[in-house]
């Protein structure tokens, strides 16, 4: 029987953090759980393509739109699941099997978020985000997606956005279960913007997409 789990990554100019993600993977591989990796890239020009090349990666290349990224790769996939994490996304060690025993659910499901950070304010803003993924069923895609690749297609797919594709994905899919591994993420940019602003930030842009401001509008202000 094949490995049922396709891992799909969206990067660019990834070569700092892609090492870790996929280092961390391997636990999946050994178990006999991931099938394939997909590295869907939006034009690097660091040594991102060969990190991925390296470990045998289908390589895609696009242009620039996580949302398009991430459409282009899942297209590709041919396992019975999608496990789709960002570049900076260390996975829990254990997470192989916290995924398997999930699997027979046929639910899409998340990890809980945590920091490479220590601190009050990182464990403030990430019993938050997990507060909120399990209230709602909201996670971001920070904390990883795992999802039947049926389920994906008949939800239609991540839209072709620059932002928030994985909150409109996640909208469209049956309600996501979190599971008890956690996904490690980078605090590079909580750190730089200060913890409290960037989350009041990040949560006033998930506001402004629930009143229908354009995604691209969004992005360009996300990136300022």
Aim: hydrophobic share 45%; net charge neutral.
């Amino acid at each position: 029987m094949p490995a049922p789990v396709t891992v799909v990554i969206p990067t660019l100019n990834a070569a700092g953090s892609l090492p870790a993600c996929l280092e961390a993977l391997m636990e999946g591989v050994h178990s006999g759980l991931i099938r394939d990796l997909i590295v869907s890239d939006a034009g690097s020009t660091d040594q991102t393509l060969r990190i991925a090349e390296d470990v045998g990666a289908l390589v895609l290349k696009g242009e620039p739109s996580r949302g398009g990224q991430l459409r282009r790769g899942c297209a590709q996939a041919d396992g019975e699941w999608l496990l789709i994490l960002h570049a900076d996304t260390v996975l829990q060690q254990g997470w192989a099997e916290s995924v398997s025993a999930h699997l027979p659910s046929n639910a899409p499901a998340a990890f809980r978020l945590a920091f490479r950070a220590h601190g009050f304010a990182q464990a403030w803003v990430a019993g938050w985000a997990n507060l909120r993924s399990s209230l709602f069923g909201l996670p971001y895609g920070d904390q990883g997606l795992l999802v039947p690749r049926d389920v994906y297609l008949a939800a239609g797919g991540y839209p072709d956005q620059p932002l928030m594709e994985d909150v409109a994905l996640v909208r469209a899919l049956p309600r996501i279960e979190i599971l008890g591994s956690r996904a490690f993420t980078s605090a590079e940019r909580y750190e730089q913007a200060g913890w409290f602003r960037r989350g009041a930030r990040n949560l006033w842009t998930l506001l402004r997409y629930f009143l229908g401001v354009d995604p691209r509008v969004l992005a360009r202000g996300y990136r300022r």
